[in-house]
C-alpha cells in the first residue's frame, strides 16, 4: 500500500509539472550579416537559469517555473541584448535574437594589420569569405581540439593535400593539389622562410610544433604581392599575437606508443659523437686512424623508453594605454618513436616477365625526436595608426635514430626458407640529425601623406641541417636450420654532412587609392629582394675488420670492439657533394583592386628575376666547376569574386607561377649504382605554370561552409627524372633532373561544414587527375635472345599525386558543460612514390585509410583535460610494384596478385594524456 501511494504521489507530481514550468529557445544571430553567434551566454536575469547557444547559435532553457523575465544575451565584441519575456505553463516562449556590434566599425576592424579578431572558426570562416583568393583556414581553436600535434599532420585536414610521412609515421611535406612538395613554398606570418633539407629547398613541417599558432592558411591561388614559386600552392603559419590583455596558457603532456610494448628501444651514446670529420680537426693531408672515430655511436643499449613528455606555453599582454604588446611562446617535445619495417630489393631480369626478388630486409627503427620552439613579439603602435612589430622565432627538431636490419638473400645458393637455410648480412647504422630554422623579421606600417601607407620588412633568416658521425657497421652471417651458425664483422662506415641556407630579404610596399573612370580602386606598388646563400659539407670514411674472420661472440661481443682499417684516410672530401651555392632574387609587382556591391576585382602583374648558381669547393675532374644561370618572369593574375548574396561567393582566378631548380639538383654531381648512374643537371630549367582556378562559396552559418572547387594547371618544363644520353660520350646513359614537355593537373575539391546544436560535421574530398610523359628504358631481348636496352615512353601521374583525398571529422561540443571531443578519419588513395628508370617500374604507395581522436574537458579554476589519439587502426605504410609476380609467390609476404610488395612499415598507435591551463 505503502509503494502504491509514493508511486501515485510520483506520477500526480510528474504529471503537474507541466502546468508549473515552461521553456524559452530560439537562436542568437549577427544583426548585420544575419549569420547564428556560437557560445553567446543567455540566461534569465536574477536566475540560475542559463546556458551557452550551440554550434548552430541555438538554445533553450528547460523548466522554468511561471511568470515575468528579463532575457539577457551576451556575446563578446557585441552590445549586451535584453528584453522582457513572460513564461506561461506549459508552453513554449521563442526568442530569437539579433546582437548589434559594440563597435560600428566591427566589419572593417575584421582584419587589422594581418591579425584576425577571434580565435575560433567563426572567424576564420569570416576571414576566408572575405578574402580576395582562394584559400583555406584552421582556426587556434581547431588546433587546440585536433589530435595532431605538429603541423605537416595538420594540413592533412585540409581539402587538397596529402602527406609524406617519415620513418616514424609523422607527416613530414605537404603535397597540394598533387603537386609534389618542391611546387609549393612555406611563410611564416607571411615571410619565406630557408629550408634545412640537405639539397632542396622545401621545408620539413615536422619541426613545426602546432600549439604556437594562431591559426594555419593554405593559399590556392597567388596574387602579385606573394613570391611566385608556388605553383601547387603556399602553407602560411600564422603565429600567436600579443592579446589585449595579459594571457597566460600553459598545457602539458605525456603519452607512449603502442609499439615500444613489443619490442625494446634501441639507442646509442649520442653524446660521444663527433661533430666534426678527421679532415676538419688536424691539418691538411691528415691520414686517419681507427682512433679517430668515436665509440659512441656504435655503442648501443635497448630496454623500454621512457614516456614521451610535451609542454607548451605562451604569455602576453599590452602595455603604456595598449600601444606596446609583448608575448612569448615556447614549446618542447621529447617523443620515443619508431617503426617496423620490411623492405624487398630486386634486380630487372626481363621488363616483360617482372622482377626478381633478391633481397628481403627487416627493419625496426627506433626515434628519440627532441623538438622545441621558441617564438616572441612586440609590437609597439606609434601616433595615428603608425605601428612598428619585431618578430623572432627558432624552431630546433634533433633526432636520434638507431636502424637496426637484417638481410637475407634469396637468390644466393643455399636459400632454403623451409628448413631454415640463408646467407645474411646484419646492418646497425646510429644518426644524429639536427635541424634548425631561425628567423628575425622587423617590419612597419606608416601612413604618410593622404591615404597613401607604406609598409616594409627587413628579414634575416638562417636554416641549417647537420648530421654529424653517421655510423653504420655490416656483419655477414649464416643461417642453418633456423638456428645462427656463423656471424663475422665486414665493414664499416662513418659520414659527415652539414649545410647552411641564409637569407637577407627587404620587402617594401606603397599602398594608395585613386579612382578610375569614378570607380574606387586601391593601388599597391612593391618590390623584394633577396641574397640567399648555402653551403654543403660531405665526407665519408670506409672501414673494413681488421680480420675478416673474426667472429660474434668469440672476438667480440660489442660493435665498439671491433678493430678496423680505414680503407680511405684521407676521406672523400674531394667529392662535388661539397660545394657552394647563391640565389638573387629581385622583383617588382603592380597590384589593383577593386570592391563594389557585388562584384570584387583583384589583379596586376609581378615581375620576378632569377640569379642561381654554385661553385665547387673540390673540382677534381669537373668540366663545369662554376655554374650560373639566370632568368626573368612576368607573373600576371587576375581574381574576380561575385556576390550574388550576402553569404555567397562566386571566384573565377587565373595566375602563372613558377618553379626553380633545386640546389643540389644544378650541381654536376656524379653517383654510381649497380645498374645506372645519377648526375645533377647544370643546364636544369625552371617551371612554368598557367593556373585556372573557379570556386562556388555558401556560408549559411558563421562558422558552416559549403565550398565546390575546380582546378586546371598547365606546367612547361615540369621537372622530372628522366633518362638521357651523354652528350659527349653518346653511348652512357645517366639518370638525371630534366625537363621533359609539357604536363597537366586537374580536379575538384568539395569543402561541406555543418553544425548541428551540438554536434559538428566536417567533410572534404578531392580528386585529382594529371598527366606526364618521361623517356624510359625498357629490357627486351633480341633474336638471339639476348638482353638489350631501348628507350620507350610513358605516361603517367606526377609524382607523389594520389586521384583521391578524403576527410571526416565528427565534433561534439558542449560549451555549457565544457566537452570537446572529435573523431577523424583520413583518407589518401594510391601514388607513385618513386619513379624508376625503367618502364612499368614505378613504385606505387598503396592507398591508406586512418583514424585519430581528441577529447578535452574543460575544468574549473580555468584548467582542462584532454586526451589524444593517433593512428586507432595502426595503418600500414605499403609500396609495390604493378607487375606479374608469380615468380615471387613463395617469398615471404608476397600474398598479392600483379602487385610485388617492395616496402611495408607499421607504426603503431601512439596515446597522449594532457593538463592545459589558461589565464
Known sequence: MRLYSVCLLFLCLHASQPALSGVVKGHVYDRLEGTPLVNATVRLENTPYATLTGLDGSFILNNIPEGGYQLVVDYVSFKIFTRSIKIVSAGVTEAEVQLEPANDNWLEEVVIDGQVRGNDDVAVRRLEKSAPQVMNIVSEQAIKISPDLMVANLLQRVSGISIERNKTGEGRYAILRGMDKRYNYTTVNGIKIPSPDKTNRYIPLDIFPSDLLKRLEVYKTLTPVMEG?????????????????????????????????????????????????????????????????????????????????????????????????????????????????????????????????????????????????????????????????????????????????????????????????????????????????????????????????????????????????????????????????????????????????????????????????????????????????????????????????????????????????????????????????????????????????????????????????????????????????????????????????????????????????????????????????????????????????????????????????????????????????????????YYMPGNFGNATNYGTEIDFIKYFRKIGIKINYTYTHSRITTSKSKRIRDGNGDLKTVSVDETRPLYGQPAHIGNLAVLFKDARQGWDAQVAFQYTGERISAVSQFIGNNLWQKSTFQMDASVEKKLRNKLGIFLKSNNLLNTPMMVYLKNDNTRNMDVPAQQWTGKTLIRREYYYRSFYLGVRYSW
Do not use: C
Open 229 to 733: 614559386d608556388a605553383i601547387g600552392g603556399v602553407v602560411n603559419m600564422v603565429l600567436k599575437d600579443a592579446p589585449d590583455t595579459l594571457n597566460v596558457s600553459v598545457n602539458v603532456m605525456t603519452g607512449y606508443h603502442e609499439l615500444f610494448f613489443d619490442r625494446d628501444f634501441t639507442a646509442f651514446r649520442h653524446r660521444d659523437i663527433n661533430y666534426r670529420s678527421p679532415y676538419e680537426t688536424h691539418p691538411d693531408r691528415y691520414n686517419a686512424t681507427p682512433d679517430d672515430f668515436s665509440k659512441g655511436p656504435v655503442r648501443y643499449r635497448s630496454g623500454l623508453p621512457a614516456p614521451d613528455f610535451q609542454a607548451g606555453f605562451s604569455a602576453g599582454n599590452r602595455y603604456f594605454k595598449k600601444r606596446l604588446g609583448v608575448l612569448l611562446a615556447g614549446s618542447f617535445q621529447n617523443t620515443y618513436k619508431g617503426s617496423n619495417s620490411l623492405f624487398f630489393e630486386s634486380n630487372v631480369v626481363d621488363t616483360l616477365k617482372g622482377v626478381t626478388l633478391t633481397t628481403m630486409k627487416e627493419r625496426n627503427y627506433s626515434e628519440q625526436e627532441l623538438r622545441y620552439a621558441v617564438y616572441s613579439k612586440m609590437d609597439y603602435r606609434l601616433r595615428g595608426r603608425n605601428k612598428i612589430q619585431w618578430n623572432h622565432s627558432f624552431f630546433n627538431l634533433t633526432n636520434f635514430q638507431v636502424r637496426e636490419m637484417r638481410s637475407t638473400f634469396l637468390t644466393l645458393g643455399g636459400y632454403d626458407p623451409v628448413n631454415g637455410n640463408a646467407s645474411l648480412e646484419y646492418e646497425s647504422r646510429s644518426r644524429t640529425t639536427r635541424q634548425f630554422i631561425y628567423n628575425n623579421t622587423l617590419q612597419g606600417r606608416h601612413f604618410l601623406l593622404g591615404n597613401l601607407r607604406l609598409d616594409w620588412s627587413a628579414v634575416y633568416s638562417l636554416a641549417n641541417g647537420n648530421q654529424p658521425d653517421d655510423a653504420k657497421v655490416t656483419l655477414n652471417g649464416e643461417e642453418r636450420n633456423f638456428n645462427f651458425s656463423k656471424t663475422t664483422a665486414k665493414t664499416g662506415l662513418r659520414r659527415w654532412e652539414r649545410h647552411s641556407d641564409r637569407d637577407l630579404s627587404g620587402y617594401l610596399n606603397f599602398s594608395f587609392d585613386q579612382p578610375v573612370a569614378s570607380l574606387p580602386v586601391a593601388w599597391t606598388i612593391g618590390a623584394l629582394y633577396r641574397d640567399k646563400k648555402r653551403k654543403n659539407f660531405y665526407n665519408e670514411y670506409e672501414l673494413r675488420s681488421r680480420d675478416p674472420y673474426a667472429g660474434y661472440g668469440k672476438d667480440f661481443t660489442d660493435y665498439d670492439q671491433i678493430s678496423w682499417i680505414v680503407e680511405n684516410p684521407r676521406g672523400s672530401i674531394g667529392t662535388s657533394l661539397n660545394y657552394r651555392s647563391f640565389e638573387d632574387i629581385h622583383a617588382e609587382y603592380l597590384q589593383f583592386s577593386h570592391r563594389g556591391r557585388q562584384m570584387e576585382i583583384l589583379g596586376g602583374v609581378r615581375l620576378e628575376s632569377t640569379i642561381q648558381g654554385y661553385h665547387l669547393n673540390f673540382p677534381i675532374g669537373q668540366s663545369r666547376p662554376d655554374g650560373r644561370q639566370a632568368y626573368t618572369d612576368a607573373l600576371p593574375d587576375i581574381h574576380f569574386k561575385y556576390k550574388p548574396g550576402s553569404n555567397t561567393n562566386v571566384r573565377l582566378s587565373y595566375f602563372r607561377a613558377v618553379n626553380r631548380p633545386g640546389f643540389f639538383e644544378i650541381v654536376p654531381y656524379t653517383i654510381v649504382y649497380e645498374d645506372y648512374v645519377e648526375r645533377g643537371n647544370p643546364d636544369l630549367k625552371h617551371a612554368v605554370t598557367d593556373n585556372i582556378d573557379i570556386r562556388f562559396e555558401r556560408f549559411s552559418n558563421p562558422a558552416e561552409q559549403m565550398m565546390v572547387a575546380v582546378f586546371y594547371k598547365y606546367i612547361q618544363n615540369p621537372v622530372e627524372y628522366i633518362l638521357r644520353p651523354d652528350s659527349l660520350r653518346g653511348q652512357d646513359i
